[in-house]
């Protein structure tokens, strides 16, 4: 049942390492180790690797005596067109989007000012809500995304953030308008 001669095992033999691996791994070693010790060499010679100054630069130059050629730049604007320019320039633009109040219609003396109008906020409830309030700075978000305002800061509805009060234990939003936002 048994053969001798097939149950014997065959002879082992210490393998070899190959010398390329040998130089791999003491490659490998030294690698490591000076991008170990590099960033104290640096830290040690910093003169050799700091921001050299220019050499010779000086804060003044000498220009050179040729005469500069005159440059001219005309804007297309500026030719007059076939008319002979005399066709009746205006400031705007002449496309109507609004509505432009008659001089019969009495409304141009109305006696509302134009810097009342800049100031004046977008009508309706405002669109953002108060999330939080800490360190005089408040957290609000709108369908834009959230912000971080603090007293004087203009808010989403073109008003700017006059106080920040705490009301029945909640924080709340006065704004320069004089709404309250909770």
Not at 18 to 40: C, E, H, Y
Request: hydrophobic share 35%; no cysteine.
């Amino acid at each position: 049942m048994f053969d001798n001669e097939s149950d014997e095992l065959p002879e082992s033999t210490p393998l070899k390492k190959r010398s390329g691996d040998k130089l791999l791994t003491v490659f490998g070693f030294a690698l490591a180790t000076g991008a170990a010790f590099f960033p104290w060499y640096v830290f040690f010679n910093q003169e050799s690797f700091g921001i050299a100054p220019m050499a010779g630069y000086s804060e003044t130059r000498d220009l050179s005596d040729a005469q500069g050629r005159a440059v001219f730049s005309v804007s297309p604007l500026a030719i007059p067109n076939e008319g002979g320019g005399s066709a009746q320039t205006s400031a705007f633009d002449p496309i109507i989007t609004a509505t432009v109040p008659s001089e019969q219609s009495g409304d141009i003396g109305s006696g509302v000012s134009v810097e009342t109008d800049l100031d004046q906020s977008f009508p309706g409830k405002p669109r953002y809500r108060l999330l939080h309030v800490a360190n005089g700075r408040a957290l609000i978000e709108d369908k834009s995304g959230m912000y971080v305002v603090r007293i004087g800061s203009v808010l989403p509805d073109n008003s700017r953030l006059a106080t920040l009060e705490q009301r029945d234990g909640s924080w709340v939003i006065v704004t320069s308008n004089g709404q309250v936002i909770r």
